[in-house]
Structures are given as structure tokens and as C-alpha cells.
């Protein structure tokens, strides 16, 4: 049973910096790519960062390019993302995903975390 548990999400101010982790387990996760996603409220889940299995490829939107990293510790099974630069638009609960197949929309992933909650208030 493939289970994902995200931490690290919480209250900061506009500049700040929070570090989420993804601890995954069930689950061939030095082979498997991983991504987060975000929603805030009355929105859709947004795509926000994917890493590949061996953590080389990395891809972002530009609406966090430069600001965000996605990393990858596979003997520890975990899965960052160092936020920096945060804005109040980046308010929504962060959500680590596992890759089913290539792309960046929700369909391509198909287990899912719980999500942590950023907060960035201005």
C-alpha cells in the first residue's frame, strides 16, 4: 500500500522560506518520479514541481522558477521542496505525488499525500 506523508507546511511571511518533505513507503521509490502540486482554495491543483526517479531532471512552472527546488534523498525515501521568496499567492495546501506516467497534470500521478498547509501572509 503506497503511502505518502508530507510535513513542514505552516505560517511565514511574504519573503519567507519554509522546506516541505514527502516521506513515501509501499512503494520502488528510487524508481519512481515524484512531484508536488498545490491548491488553494477555489482553484484547481496546480502543478508545481516533478523530479525524475534519479533525481537529474527537474521541472518547474514559471510561476515558481527560481524560487522553488525540488530534491530527492532516495535512501531515505523522501522527496523536498525548498520554498524561497514565498508570496501571498503561493498560499494552498502542498500536496507530493507519485509519477504513473509523463506529464505535469494531476492525471499523470496517482497516489497522493494528504497535504501541509503554507501560509504567506503579506
Not at 527546488?69 to 502542498?94: F, G, H
Amino acid at each position: 500500500q503506497v503511502q505518502l506523508v508530507e510535513s513542514g507546511g505552516g505560517s511565514v511571511q511574504t519573503g519567507g522560506s519554509l522546506t516541505l518533505s514527502c516521506v513515501a513507503s509501499g512503494l520502488p521509490f528510487s524508481l519512481t518520479s515524484m512531484a508536488w502540486f498545490r491548491q488553494a482554495p477555489g482553484k484547481e491543483r496546480e502543478f508545481v514541481a516533478r523530479i525524475s526517479w534519479r533525481g537529474i531532471i527537474s521541472d518547474y512552472p514559471d510561476s515558481v522558477k527560481g524560487r522553488f527546488t525540488i530534491s530527492r534523498d532516495n535512501a531515505k525515501n523522501t522527496v523536498y521542496l525548498q520554498m524561497n521568496s514565498l508570496e501571498p499567492e503561493d498560499t494552498a495546501v502542498y500536496y507530493c505525488a507519485r509519477g504513473r506516467t509523463p506529464g505535469i497534470g494531476a492525471q499523470n500521478y496517482d497516489s497522493w499525500g494528504q497535504g501541509t498547509q503554507v501560509t504567506v501572509a503579506s
